[in-house]
């Protein structure tokens, strides 16, 4: 069940607010306990001091009556306060002392019982004066009644509870109120989530009105939608590139077909038919096997079976492999610098070779291709440059992006699919390398980086087990190149 969170804010608020004002009224009435009892206590001392003058001048038996007389005036009828006196003698006797059971006790002789004849609770003072003249000692006691007390304590405690519960209400009411007004900017930024679909990806949130604590999650969605709105352009024109490169080789294979299909022909004329299809369906599981290798790279798989080698005699592997290329281009190849690096040795080789066969394409007879082997700290970064028209910056971002050629029109298509260098850069960053273009001076470079950092030995060779996988897509794809150079 969703919870609304301006009311789960407000229940918090009014917890909290009666949690506040049940501990002020329970201070509030602690206090004031405290003070009817101070106030009750000084009462009974003024009563006691009053009756402790008139039984003490009571010294002879017709003050001793005129006393008794203004004690029961004094005593009021409701028994809110007694006086009694007691002594040895029959003849000085008043009243009747409270007796019962003492549920506390003070010092100077205050105690509250409880009388055992019922009623409320008495606050008692008993003190004891000496004989004087003809009145022997006798014990004064004066009572006042916790009832009234008691009776404020009640209505107070009811009065203070009730409004508890009603600030509290209060406090719910207003802060649903004031939390709904709080959390407009939040519906705002729901509404413009809200209006993102796939034919309005360019809609962005609003972040100039929002408060600071929604600032930063309205920019990380902010930032969500480019990276999807950049995903799905990608995948829109991955699409459109799959459809294209797929469909040329596909209808060649028809077109071939249905001319061979018109009339009857020779064995040779159909082996050549079989021939140029053959080639067709070779470079249409060329472009399928370089989309499963990209498809398993942006699933994040690294590269295993990593060997540690050094670097140029990989390289030298390479340029010896393409020898016949190179010739038939009339172009030349040079490679400086050397560094030991951790690599798959089959990934490394098909980096390499992508590089270099996009060199060639683009050189001119008798130009010289470099290859440049250094180490940046934890990098190793190998670079193929060649001679070449420069590149347009605004090119240079996508030359390593799937089925992406700098030319408007699609030249050559027959011989490149436009993945050579989308699969460098798959190869780099299952290496945790990373790749690198640029265009100055009438040179164009290629490169990529493997990390050179070493790995724990046994890592290597438990990793070796899945390396096989990796190494059979890369000889795959290498094939036709392999016997076109043958």
Not at 77 to 83: C, L, N, V
Not at 89 to 100: M, R, V
Not at 333 to 339: F, K
Request: hydrophobic share 40%; net charge neutral; proline share 4%.
């Amino acid at each position: 069940m969703n919870r609304s969170i301006a009311r789960r804010l407000a229940m918090m608020f009014a917890l909290v607010a009666l949690s506040v004002f049940t501990l002020i009224g329970t201070g509030l009435f602690l206090v004031l306990r405290t003070q009817l009892d101070h106030h009750l206590r000084e009462s009974l001392d003024d009563r006691m001091e009053i009756a402790k003058i008139m039984v003490t001048h009571a010294v002879t038996p017709d003050k001793w009556r005129m006393t008794r007389e203004k004690l029961t005036d004094m005593s009021p009828r409701d028994g809110a306060t007694t006086y009694s006196v007691s002594s040895d003698n029959p003849s000085y006797h008043f009243g009747k002392p409270i007796d019962g059971g003492v549920r506390d006790s003070w010092a100077g002789g205050y105690m509250r019982v409880r009388p055992a004849s019922g009623g409320p609770d008495m606050l008692t003072h008993t003190i004891a004066i000496p004989a004087s003249g003809g009145r022997p000692t006798v014990q004064l006691q004066v009572a006042a009644s916790y009832q009234p007390n008691v009776r404020t304590m009640r209505v107070f405690g009811a009065a203070l509870a009730a409004l508890s519960a009603l600030g509290s209400l209060a406090v719910l009411l207003l802060s649903y109120s004031v939390t709904r007004i709080g959390l407009a900017p939040l519906r705002r930024l729901t509404k413009d989530a809200s209006e993102v679909s796939p034919n309005n990806r360019s809609q962005r949130l609003n972040t100039a009105s929002l408060p600071l604590e929604l600032n930063d999650l309205a920019n990380s969605f902010n930032g969500a939608l480019e990276r999807l709105d950049g995903a799905y352009g990608r995948l829109e024109s991955f699409n459109a590139d799959v459809a294209h490169e797929l469909r040329t080789p596909v209808t060649i294979l028809i077109g071939q077909t249905e001319v061979a299909l018109t009339r009857n022909r020779s064995v040779d004329d159909l082996r050549h038919t079989l021939q140029s299809n053959l080639e067709e369906f070779e470079r249409m599981r060329a472009i399928i096997n370089d989309m499963l290798f990209l498809a398993r790279a942006d699933q994040g798989e690294r590269a295993t079976g990593l060997v540690e080698v050094s670097l140029a005699t990989e390289v030298a592997r390479t340029l010896e492999f393409l020898e016949i290329p190179f010739e038939e281009a009339r172009v030349h190849a040079v490679s400086h610098g050397d560094a030991m690096a951790l690599v798959n040795r089959s990934l490394f080789g098909r980096a390499c070779t992508n590089l270099l066969m996009n060199a060639i394409q683009h050189c001119g007879r008798g130009d010289t291709v470099t290859v440049t082997i250094a180490q940046h700290g934890g990098q190793v970064r190998i670079a193929v440059a060649n001679p070449g028209e420069p590149i347009e910056p605004s090119t240079l971002d996508h030359l390593f992006d799937r089925f992406y050629r700098a030319e408007v029109s699609r030249t050559n298509s027959r011989e490149n699919h436009g993945l050579g260098l989308a699969i460098v850069k798959a190869i780099a960053e299952m290496h945790r390398g990373a790749v690198f273009v640029e265009s100055a001076n009438g040179v164009n470079t290629f490169a990529f980086s493997v990390d050179a950092s070493r790995v724990d030995a046994q890592a290597v060779r438990n990793a070796e087990a899945t390396v096989e996988r990796t190494a059979e897509v890369a000889q795959q794809a290498q094939a036709p190149a392999r016997r076109v150079a043958m």
